[in-house]
């Protein structure tokens, strides 16, 4: 009805009023609360905080409430608070390498210095709907041993050592780190600009790119060589004070791939690297990001760019899923003028046709 | 928690001074579409955030907003926007053309004539008019940097040969100030010469794709065509079926299931006025007209 888009004040306020009681639901069931959110549905919170690139387990929560668990809702609820924030400035790198490990596997060693920890992971779970779970189950207490003090290099720097991979690139220190939410972002991109254009992209997204180069669109040979998951540290350069303090620790997953690289006229072969990084525990969007990293290297790397993961312009446009799930849904909004536009084009176009068919040569005299 | 604090019309202030130097820069090219970092706005991309940041960045206390939609002050869209400054910035706001001092639109341009100092502000979706023939922005770039419009012509030209005439109805392409190819927005082709030696600042953003272009007031403004198939505006050929207007773009109102059909003013303000004035259609009242109730 003509209503639902003219006059529609009240009908608005009206439909807010009912997503808000749909949202709260049943009322004689308990509200969710945010711990509940928090501790319970954590992999939910790390997956908006990452995407929201906004690191704070309670607006992440409470942002996954207030959109009644529609992920990209509450990523974009996150995103759009975050936008009004003030920058202060970029901490120091975080040193992965000293990560608080809670697990850290590899698939390229049996063995690694510091052992392979399995931590909590799906992994070899058998996909069976539990009923216990549905109410009242209380898990065991978790195992526990003396943590081992032996330190846990990253794998691929065990293969840097040999020159079995090539170096990690080194940022210039003086330069400032790229960042696409205060600058507009222009292609060719660094790479700085692409991984954080795929940290915050749509999870679904990177993993179809992802598995796109691992079914032969831009094959790249991946190994997973190392993926970490834990708590760092997080420092601040005080210029006031004149040394790095302290702000507090984020809990990061960390991917890198290892992969083949042939080697050119003026490179010995060596394995090439694609790196993943995310708040939280987020392996899936890690090995995915890792992925298409290195896919999108390959104009550096001297490749043919022939598959949409290696075409950085294509997967850089489309991978937000806050900018994608909006022009999509703008499809809701009204075009009628647009579309009056149309109606009287193609009305005049059919009559047009009609015509011609009467007289079969007129078409061809208005190419002329 | 961090209970958020928001600033006078939601940006904070040096996102508002970053946004008025692309504006500013935009002005000093008209037609060239300025890269600026687009911030997340709280309503979806696509759903007019360039042009309400735009708003934001040149809005001020004294300022009166209009906000329209498809021509029209009260749909959906247009009602959101408007709250969202009455909310943020506590501007006053006004459904009038001529009294507002910045305009807000989407998909179509006031058919009252616009005066100095109003600013015009459209939201835009795609704002480069080369993308349906290049989908690489740097491609296009580098066609806008030489004055490259040859591959526009060619597809104007190719609608000649399949239709008799350009095929381009919204969003028909313009050429400012005789250098740069512009996407007027998805207005109807009919709003096209309202944009040429217009008294008003013409600004338009486009958030997804954070960029923002103008129109300096009193510029040039053509629309792409050929001397043997010149620019022709389209309208549904009837007055209007409330204020009798022959001049203005009509919305066409389907009002049963039987195929009957009302033509009516797609500009609401513009109509009521009219009908204010005492002019009249066949019509006495628009259809589905929201009931009032308590």
């Known amino acids: 009805m003509y209503v639902a888009v003219k006059g529609g004040e009240r009908a608005i306020e009206n439909a807010h009023r009912l997503l808000a009681h749909e949202r709260r639901g049943d009322r004689d069931v308990a509200e969710v609360t945010l711990p509940q959110i928090t501790e319970q549905l954590g992999l939910a919170v790390d997956r908006v905080m990452s995407e929201g690139s906004l690191y704070d387990r309670e607006l992440a929560a409470l942002a996954i409430k207030q959109a009644r668990g529609d992920m990209i809702e509450a990523i974009f609820l996150v995103r759009a608070f975050r936008a009004t924030l003030p920058r202060l400035g970029a901490t120091e790198p975080v040193d992965t390498g000293n990560m608080r490990l809670r697990r850290r596997i590899s698939s390229t060693f049996k063995d690694i210095p510091g052992g392979q920890i399995l931590g909590p992971t799906f992994d070899y779970t058998h996909r069976l709907l539990d009923p216990d779970l549905a109410e009242g189950f209380v898990p065991q207490q978790p195992a526990t041993s003396q943590a081992a003090s032996a330190p846990t290099p990253r794998v691929t720097d065990i293969l840097g050592r040999d020159g079995l991979i090539e170096p990690s690139p080194r940022a210039d220190a003086d330069k400032p780190v790229g960042d696409l939410t205060r600058e507009p972002l222009s292609f060719p991109a660094d790479r700085d600009l692409r991984l954080q254009n795929l940290a915050r992209a749509d999870e679904g997204f990177l993993l179809a790119m992802g598995y796109s180069t691992q079914r032969g669109y831009g094959r790249n040979h991946p190994f997973a060589g190392e993926i970490r998951f834990g708590e760092v540290e997080v420092e601040f350069f005080a210029e006031d004070v004149g040394f790095a303090v302290p702000l507090g620790s984020l809990e990061l997953t960390e991917c890198q791939m290892v992969n083949q690289f042939k080697g050119s006229a003026t490179e010995a072969p060596c394995f090439t690297r694609g790196y993943g990084l995310a708040f939280g525990q987020s392996e899936r969007k890690t090995m995915s990001m890792a992925l298409v990293d290195r896919s999108l290297r390959a104009r550096e790397l001297g490749e043919e760019v022939l598959a949409p993961a290696q075409d950085e312009e294509f997967v850089m446009s489309h991978s937000d899923n806050v900018q994608a799930t909006g022009f999509v849904e703008h499809l809701k909004l009204p075009h009628y003028v647009d579309f009056q536009s149309e109606l009287g084009l193609l009305r005049k176009l059919r009559k047009d046709f009609a015509e011609a068919d009467d007289n079969p040569h007129r078409m061809r005299e208005a190419a002329e | ?294």
């Open chain 2, 1 to 294: 928690m961090n209970a958020p604090v928001y600033n006078f019309a939601y940006l904070d202030e040096q996102t508002k001074r970053m946004i008025r130097r692309a504006i500013l820069k935009a002005i000093a090219i008209p037609g060239y579409q300025v890269p600026f970092a687009s911030r997340e706005m709280p309503m979806p991309y696509g759903w007019g955030t360039g042009g309400v940041q735009v708003t934001a960045s040149i809005l001020g206390p004294d300022d009166v907003l209009k906000v329209i939609d498809q021509g029209s002050d009260d749909t959906t869209n247009a009602i959101s926007i408007r709250k969202f400054f009455g909310k943020t910035a506590g501007v006053a706001t006004t459904a009038s053309t001529t009294e507002a001092t910045v305009i807000q639109t989407r998909h179509r341009i006031p058919e009252a004539p616009l005066h100095a100092g109003q600013v015009l502000v459209y939201q835009v979706p795609i704002p480069e008019p080369l993308r349906f023939l290049e989908p690489r922005e740097t491609e296009t770039r580098r066609m806008h940097a030489l004055g490259e419009y040859g591959l526009m012509h060619v597809k104007l030209y190719e609608d000649i040969a399949r239709f008799g005439h350009i095929a381009t109805s919204y969003a028909y392409p313009v050429k400012v100030n005789a250098r740069y190819v512009m996407d007027p927005s998805p207005t109807p082709k009919f709003d096209n010469p309202k944009m040429d030696n217009c008294a008003a600042l013409q600004l338009f953003g486009a958030g997804r794709e954070k960029r923002i272009y103008a129109i300096p007031p009193y510029t040039e403004v053509v629309s792409l065509d050929f001397e043997d198939h010149p620019f022709t505006r389209y309208r549904f050929d009837a007055p209007c079926a409330l204020c009798g207007a022959e001049d203005a773009y009509l919305d066409e109102i389907v009002t049963d299931d039987a195929g009957s059909r009302m033509f009516v003013c797609s500009d609401t303000d513009y109509c009521e006025a009219r009908q204010a004035a005492g002019h009249r259609g066949r019509e006495s009242a628009a259809p589905h007209k929201e009931r009032a109730y308590d």
